[in-house]
């Protein structure tokens, strides 16, 4: 009997989301994305998913409705696994079969069939928990309504609506709430500022005497983490932040002209920010908080700005981490014992040549993936501690179960040894940089605390920060393409395999520059195609970028010779 009403619940709420005609879902990079208004079936889709997903492994996952960094009138939805991180994507091809089942027919058989080769009892009496948030777009309403009734479409499932939050702050409750933690939005602020304080008062005194200016501005992108971020503040001391860009009536557009993505891309001054700011520190977040980028206005009469982009944010985190690891090793510390510890870096082929070297000249491992935080922190995790980050400003830092228990073993035999010994300081600093920094997914807000504390640490104003190296000049370009999937990389998406010939003409335009590196790779958040080039000098990269992009326009633009064959 469950079963017969299963499959009318499901016929019957399928019914009520049809498949917009012609449209074409993929779970990307990051999930789903589209425009806003084409969005229902899909988010309904993948409420029915995240379902099975919670049923399967009985535990909570969450689902994000967000389009990140896109512009407002585009939404998307992804699912958070039971550890906080992406959904395994071992299911993405159900994902998109599901997301494109044209019928509730093929919707029901999908699911049935689906649900035998995982062994998903569905209306066995277990029980499914979704936590459910949103960003601030105008569409996130009506689609979370879709979610909701995606989730009842299944026997068992309950959505839990956890309201307008940051990306991370949904990643964040999944994870503590499966590890029977503390998981509401008050938990996550608590537990944010403390362990920044915690950070605060390890800052060794004779640093505190030539502490760097407190006053921080962050650009908001108009999206959910300005607001979040004045909230977190009030539980704070010890800086002085400024938000603009909060997204509050009147204040502009999500995503438009501010923002991380385009403070990153477009190397210039977001709205709100001027000639005032000139030397400030200043940051800027995405529209749904999971990127960070710092920088500083360099003059009155330009918008130009230097730029401290993820990579920079990893190599300061990176520095920080291995000091407070050798402080650890020193053979002269009372209480010594060995303490090794696996330190891994991942980046990305975005990642800037310069940043790779730098890394590598402090005798650190660097290896690579391909774009997307599901790939990096899949790698990270193969380390006690994993720094990941992607340029644009998506990463965090992760520590293994057995690396943090041998820091609290340390820590409790030092605290009655050698209590405020340099030893014992260094391991309370991992601890609390475990707490503080997201351990589920990459997060504007604790990132930013983590950048602030280490600052305070390191005594650095951005200035020095930013001078740690200079980054090889850059650019990076947009081809619109007739099918942006005709473009199939290798080698974390340093090589293209197809189409064919077309990476012998990128090496062949390389080779012309000095410092030249290129590379394209199909976007999977937005229908295009995107080059990066790095070279020399700024004239050089523009002109590898744009020849390189010539060339993918003429393999696979809309009147290309090859979409004409
Ligand atoms: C998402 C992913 C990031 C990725 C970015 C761009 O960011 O989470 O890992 O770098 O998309 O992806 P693509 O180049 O494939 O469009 P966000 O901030 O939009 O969620």
Same mark, same amino acid.
């Given at each position: 009997?469950?079963?017969?009403?299963?499959?009318?619940?499901?016929?019957?709420?399928?019914?009520?989301?049809?498949?917009?005609?012609?449209?074409?879902?993929?779970?990307?990079?990051?999930?789903?994305?589209?425009?806003?208004?084409?969005?229902?079936?899909?988010?309904?889709?993948?409420?029915?998913?995240?379902?099975?997903?919670?049923?399967?492994?009985?535990?909570?996952?969450?689902?994000?409705?967000?389009?990140?960094?896109?512009?407002?009138?585009?939404?998307?939805?992804?699912?958070?696994?039971?550890?906080?991180?992406?959904?395994?994507?071992?299911?993405?091809?159900?994902?998109?079969?599901?997301?494109?089942?044209?019928?509730?027919?093929?919707?029901?058989?999908?699911?049935?069939?689906?649900?035998?080769?995982?062994?998903?009892?569905?209306?066995?009496?277990?029980?499914?928990?979704?936590?459910?948030?949103?960003?601030?777009?105008?569409?996130?309403?009506?689609?979370?309504?879709?979610?909701?009734?995606?989730?009842?479409?299944?026997?068992?499932?309950?959505?839990?609506?956890?309201?307008?939050?940051?990306?991370?702050?949904?990643?964040?409750?999944?994870?503590?709430?499966?590890?029977?933690?503390?998981?509401?939005?008050?938990?996550?602020?608590?537990?944010?500022?403390?362990?920044?304080?915690?950070?605060?008062?390890?800052?060794?005194?004779?640093?505190?005497?030539?502490?760097?200016?407190?006053?921080?501005?962050?650009?908001?992108?108009?999206?959910?983490?300005?607001?979040?971020?004045?909230?977190?503040?009030?539980?704070?001391?010890?800086?002085?932040?400024?938000?603009?860009?909060?997204?509050?009536?009147?204040?502009?557009?999500?995503?438009?002209?501010?923002?991380?993505?385009?403070?990153?891309?477009?190397?210039?001054?977001?709205?709100?920010?001027?000639?005032?700011?000139?030397?400030?520190?200043?940051?800027?977040?995405?529209?749904?908080?999971?990127?960070?980028?710092?920088?500083?206005?360099?003059?009155?009469?330009?918008?130009?700005?230097?730029?401290?982009?993820?990579?920079?944010?990893?190599?300061?985190?990176?520095?920080?981490?291995?000091?407070?690891?050798?402080?650890?090793? @020193?053979?002269?510390? !009372? $209480? /010594?014992?060995?303490? %090794?510890? =696996?330190?891994?870096? #991942?980046?990305? &082929?975005?990642?800037?040549?310069?940043?790779?070297?730098?890394?590598?000249?402090?005798?650190?491992?660097?290896?690579?993936?391909?774009?997307?935080?599901?790939?990096?922190?899949?790698?990270?995790?193969?380390?006690?501690?994993?720094?990941?980050?992607?340029?644009?400003?998506?990463?965090?830092?992760?520590?293994?179960?057995?690396?943090?228990?041998?820091?609290?073993?340390?820590?409790?035999?030092?605290?009655?040894?050698?209590?405020?010994?340099?030893?014992?300081?260094?391991?309370?600093?991992?601890?609390?940089?475990?707490?503080?920094?997201?351990?589920?997914?990459?997060?504007?807000?604790?990132?930013?605390?983590?950048?602030?504390?280490?600052?305070?640490?390191?005594?650095?104003?951005? @200035?020095?920060?930013? !001078? $740690? /190296?200079?980054?090889? %000049?850059? =650019?990076?370009?947009? #081809?619109?393409? &007739?099918?942006?999937?005709?473009?199939?990389?290798?080698?974390?998406?340093?090589?293209?395999?197809?189409?064919?010939?077309?990476?012998?003409?990128?090496?062949?335009?390389?080779?012309?520059?000095?410092?030249?590196?290129?590379?394209?790779?199909?976007?999977?958040?937005?229908?295009?195609?995107?080059?990066?080039?790095?070279?020399?000098?700024?004239?050089?990269?523009?002109?590898?970028?744009?020849?390189?992009?010539?060339?993918?326009?003429?393999?696979?633009?809309?009147?290309?010779?090859?979409?004409?064959?």
């Amino acid at each position: 009997a469950d079963e017969a009403k299963q499959r009318s619940l499901l016929l019957e709420s399928a019914s009520r989301f049809p498949l917009p005609s012609g449209a074409k879902f993929s779970y990307g990079t990051a999930g789903f994305r589209s425009q806003g208004s084409m969005l229902a079936s899909t988010v309904f889709r993948a409420g029915i998913l995240a379902a099975l997903r919670s049923l399967t492994t009985g535990s909570t996952v969450g689902l994000m409705i967000t389009a990140s960094h896109n512009p407002v009138a585009d939404n998307g939805v992804k699912i958070a696994d039971p550890d906080g991180g992406m959904m395994t994507q071992r299911w993405e091809p159900f994902a998109d079969a599901l997301a494109n089942a044209p019928y509730p027919e093929h919707l029901l058989q999908l699911v049935i069939q689906f649900s035998k080769e995982e062994n998903i009892t569905i209306g066995g009496g277990q029980s499914a928990q979704i936590l459910l948030g949103r960003d601030t777009r105008p569409s996130g309403e009506a689609l979370l309504e879709a979610a909701k009734q995606g989730i009842n479409a299944i026997i068992g499932a309950v959505a839990i609506d956890m309201g307008i939050l940051t990306t991370p702050q949904l990643h964040w409750m999944v994870r503590s709430r499966n590890k029977g933690m503390k998981a509401s939005e008050p938990d996550y602020f608590t537990q944010l500022s403390r362990s920044f304080k915690c950070l605060m008062d390890l800052v060794p005194k004779e640093k505190i005497k030539d502490r760097m200016d407190t006053k921080l501005v962050v650009d908001g992108a108009n999206g959910v983490g300005g607001g979040k971020l004045e909230e977190l503040k009030k539980m704070m001391t010890g800086l002085e932040i400024y938000v603009r860009n909060s997204g509050k009536k009147g204040e502009g557009i999500l995503n438009e002209r501010c923002g991380a993505d385009y403070v990153q891309k477009e190397k210039v001054v977001p709205c709100g920010f001027g000639p005032d700011d000139v030397g400030i520190r200043c940051a800027s977040f995405d529209g749904d908080a999971d990127r960070l980028v710092y920088f500083s206005v360099l003059s009155q009469s330009s918008d130009s700005i230097d730029l401290v982009d993820g990579d920079k944010i990893l190599a300061l985190f990176a520095v920080f981490i291995k000091e407070q690891l050798s402080i650890l090793n @020193q053979k002269e510390n !009372e $209480l /010594y014992k060995e303490f %090794p510890a =696996r330190l891994g870096i #991942v980046q990305t &082929a975005y990642a800037n040549g310069a940043s790779t070297d730098y890394l590598k000249q402090l005798g650190l491992e660097v290896v690579f993936t391909p774009t997307g935080v599901k790939y990096l922190h899949k790698k990270a995790l193969e380390y006690d501690i994993g720094i990941y980050f992607e340029a644009n400003g998506h990463g965090t830092i992760l520590f293994s179960e057995n690396f943090i228990s041998r820091l609290e073993a340390v820590n409790n035999e030092l605290a009655s040894g050698s209590a405020g010994s340099e030893h014992h300081k260094a391991a309370l600093r991992l601890l609390a940089v475990s707490q503080l920094i997201n351990q589920a997914v990459g997060d504007a807000l604790s990132g930013l605390l983590l950048v602030e504390a280490v600052l305070q640490y390191m005594g650095w104003s951005i @200035q020095r920060w930013s !001078e $740690l /190296y200079s980054d090889l %000049p850059s =650019r990076q370009l947009k #081809v619109k393409v &007739a099918d942006r999937s005709a473009v199939v990389t290798a080698n974390a998406e340093t090589q293209v395999v197809k189409p064919l010939g077309l990476q012998e003409v990128i090496d062949a335009e390389t080779a012309k520059y000095n410092r030249g590196r290129c590379f394209i790779r199909p976007s999977g958040t937005e229908d295009i195609i995107r080059v990066y080039a790095e070279a020399s000098t700024q004239e050089a990269a523009d002109g590898l970028a744009h020849s390189v992009a010539q060339h993918v326009d003429h393999f696979l633009g809309f009147c290309s010779p090859h979409q004409l064959a």
